[in-house]
T-cell receptor, first 116, second 113 residues
Framework: DGGITQSPKYLFRKEGQNVTLSCEQN?????MYWYRQDPGQGLRLIYY???????QKGDIAEGYSVSREKKESFPLTVTSAQKNPTAFYLC???????????????FGPGTRLLVL | ELKVEQNPLFLSMQEGKNYTIYCNYS?????LYWYRQDPGKSLESLFV?????AVKQEGRLMASLDTKARLSTLHITAAVHDLSATYFC?????????????FGTGTRLTIIP
């Protein structure tokens, strides 16, 4: 079955520690995205990538880093510079439609990050 | 900067009733998306609206887009408990190649038996 997987489901971070969230898709989508969702809030874009080896900052990129070495994979690292990382992290992907724009985004199941 | 506002933020309604969720956005766009999120879960795509006057329907949900008014509506007909969820609209800027979506804050819908 095609889809997006994220791991782990829950992640605990100690002060000063970098942690990496995994996102893999087998939908053959070119574009991938990382969002952060705080309780009772909407989604805020952290980073996005429209093609392998290229990515752009979203609205809240500070304290985060990404890589896009493979089409299928878009890992997110939450660095120690991110002082308030507790949130629900969602990865998404999309493909380009016939009109040239990105079609709807498909979301993974998410990773909950908690600070110890 | 593109801003997206939804109202109401919270909606509690009885089964069998009709209601509408509104999504307003601040700058020109011709692409609007609706998503559903169940508590503790990820987002599920509901509708994609790509032009002025677009209307999409799926079961008891119907979405429409008025690009001139910068407004989209999600209408719920004869609500049932299974529709309880948080609904988000998301807007893409009218800038070909810029694929950043801006999400609204969501409408938490509770259907009361």
């Amino acid at each position: 079955d095609g889809g997006i997987t994220q791991s782990p489901k829950y992640l605990f971070r100690k002060e000063g520690q970098n942690v990496t969230l995994s996102c893999e898709q087998n939908l053959n989508h070119d574009a991938m995205y990382w969002y952060r969702q705080d309780p009772g809030q909407g989604l805020r874009l952290i980073y996005y990538s429209q093609i392998v080896n290229d990515f752009q900052k979203g609205d809240i990129a500070e304290g985060y880093s990404v890589s896009r070495e493979k089409k299928e994979s878009f890992p997110l690292t939450v660095t120690s510079a991110q002082k308030n990382p507790t949130a629900f992290y969602l990865c998404a992907s999309s493909r380009k439609g016939t009109g040239g724009y990105q079609e709807t985004q498909y979301f993974g199941p998410g990773t909950r990050l908690l600070v110890l | 900067e593109l801003k997206v506002e939804q109202n109401p933020l919270f909606l509690s309604m009885q089964e069998g009733k009709n209601y509408t969720i509104y999504c307003n956005y601040s700058t020109t766009s011709d692409r609007l998306y609706w998503y559903r999120q169940d508590p503790g879960k990820s987002l599920e795509s509901l509708f994609v609206l790509l032009s002025n006057g677009a209307v999409k329907q799926e079961g008891r949900l119907m979405a429409s887009l008025d690009t001139k008014a910068r407004l989209s509506t999600l209408h719920i007909t004869a609500a049932v408990h299974d529709l309880s969820a948080t609904y988000f609209c998301a807007v893409a800027p009218f800038n070909f190649g810029n694929e950043k979506l801006t999400f609204g804050t969501g409408t938490r819908l509770t259907i009361i038996p």
